[in-house]
Nanobody
Framework: QVQLVESGGGLVQPGGSLSLTCAASGRISTLNAVAWFRQAAGKERERVSCISGSDGRKFYADPVKGRFTISIDSARKTVSLQMSDLKPEDTAVYYC???????????????????WGRGTQVIVSS
């Protein structure tokens, strides 16, 4: 069984920064890819970033490129998402996700991921 727990969300003003952390435990390989998704009210869940535990490759959705940075600490089984220059449109619940035997970030759709955290709320507002 795999457990994922997100932390670090909160309220921040536009232009500010937040760092989210996803802590993994259970039967998860440190080689797995881990993705961050977000879901804004009334919108579909979308993948914003992903990192491969096997080769360290990183992927970002266009709306967050240059503003978000994903990193992994394999020893601690944590994946972080550093978010800067936050905008109101970044407001959403942020989730981390992974899938058994998925070593690359080739999975994009939420239904392709079998393990999810409960999410952490990020609100960007003045």
């Amino acid at each position: 069984q795999v457990q994922l727990v997100e932390s670090g969300g909160g309220l921040v003003q536009p232009g500010g920064s937040l760092s989210l952390t996803c802590a993994a435990s259970g039967r998860i390989s440190t080689l797995n890819a881990v993705a961050w998704f977000r879901q804004a009210a009334g919108k579909e869940r979308e993948r914003v970033s992903c990192i491969s535990g096997s080769d360290g490759r990183k992927f970002y959705a266009d709306p967050v490129k240059g503003r978000f940075t994903i990193s992994i600490d394999s020893a601690r089984k944590t994946v972080s998402l550093q978010m800067s220059d936050l905008k109101p449109e970044d407001t959403a619940v942020y989730y981390c996700a992974t899938e058994n035997l998925a070593l690359s970030c080739s999975l994009y759709a939420p239904h392709e991921y079998g393990h999810w955290g409960r999410g952490t709320q990020v609100i960007v507002s003045s």
